[in-house]
């Protein structure tokens, strides 16, 4: 079996075994061949005249490496030594600080924290950049190395040295690292709606969310949740499968996300079942520029079959498959194979998924100044193949006069979370009808 992978920077999931052919070799041309014998006169030369003694397998995994990275931001090559990492990113049991993180210009970038974790409760926020680590300098070392260097024993401290936008001076941060036991799925009760909040989409998440509905039609007795938020902002993806058994858990019918790679007959399609767990209650999807892939893959399916509404900021744009190919017992392949598209045939790659209702994080007292990293912002990331050029599309540049508030006005009113407080009540709204009366059975 293959994997299909769906996160932006972190790899989830089995590796299995796909055997190599000569297939690929018989077929090269002549023009392929002096290719190869270009880079094996550099090998040679960099071999024998470099000014220090270098080894073979170096250089191989150097041009390897240097290869992938030619390509796009998510295929890679990995080795022995760095099995155990990925599966602690699949485990989602580590020492760490709980960040998500890219590399730009040689220099480490965050993504977004991940929630209730030491990086989050610092108030490291998205689009920081993390210059050194103990006072080493991070510029020019390798995203996995440096991630490797945020992790250890747990209760253990590190000093961050953080450069933000929009600040004069860089500034150090101390954490102590924590065993990361993330809790994909959790769920509150607000003012009658269930809020269900998913961090990413590792194994059995579809499984966790049907369990927290039915957990919170217990919680509220007779009274019923009127509808309910599905809050997948900062959540950076995960297993495709978890992401079409969550979508399914919402509808009837229908296609949910199909993939498709070079070739043009190369199509997978996945489809809901029958039976919506929620009963056809209003609903309402969070997003924000840190929601990606599987994610994705959940608030396009619903948006577009007018199942919710998508609210918050766009999302980040990563609409590329994965696929981990091992190569022998101490190396694999992550090579992006497909891009995936919503129902009605959008490729959410570099663009991400527009929200229905376009709702700033006012509570977050910088978020006007706050850079916010999406797939459209990495280098070689790819293109889109939408047919509808967004940029035809009108935009509404007038300000909401809704959004007017400042964090400080939102936290004398006890509004910690603005963009989930505006979707409660929003949710309130569409569940009742004229005289308070719920709608929704």
Known sequence: MIRKLLPPLALVGALALVPLTTATVAAADTDT???????MGVFERVRANYVDTVDD????????????????PHSSYVEASDFAQLKTTTDGNYGGLGLSVTQEDGTVKVISPTEDTPADRAGIKSGDYITHLDGELLYGLDLDASVEKMRGPPGSAIKLTIVRPGRDKPFDVTLRRERIELRPVKWELKDGVGVLNINQFSANVGEQVAAALTAMDKAAGSAKPIGYIV????NPGGLLDEAVSVSDAFLERGE????????RDDIERFYARPGDLTAGKPLIVLVDAGSASAAEIVAGALQ??????VMGERSFGKGSVQTVIQLDQASALRLTTARYYTPSGRSVQAGGIEPDILVPQLSDPD???????READLRR?????????DKLLEKDANVDPRFSASAAELEKKGIKDFQLDYAVKTLRRLATGPAGTSRAG
């Not at 397998?57 to 796009?72: E, N, R, V, Y």
């Not at 949910?256 to 070739?263: F, L, P, Q, Y």
């Not at 978020?367 to 990293?373: A, N």
Request: glycine share 6%.
């Open 367 to 373: 978020y006007k100044d706050r850079p916010t990293v």
């Open 57 to 72: 397998h170096t250089l191989i995994k150097g041009a390897i490496d240097g290869m992938l990275a030619s390509l796009d």
């Open 231 to 234: 809050d997948l902002r900062s």
């Open 304 to 309: 577009d079959h007018r199942r919710a509404l």
């Open 381 to 389: 990331h790819l293109i889109s193949q939408n047919k509808v050029d």
């Open 256 to 263: 949910i996300v199909s993939e498709r790679g070079r070739a």
């Open 33 to 39: 061949y002096k290719e190869l014998e270009t880079f």
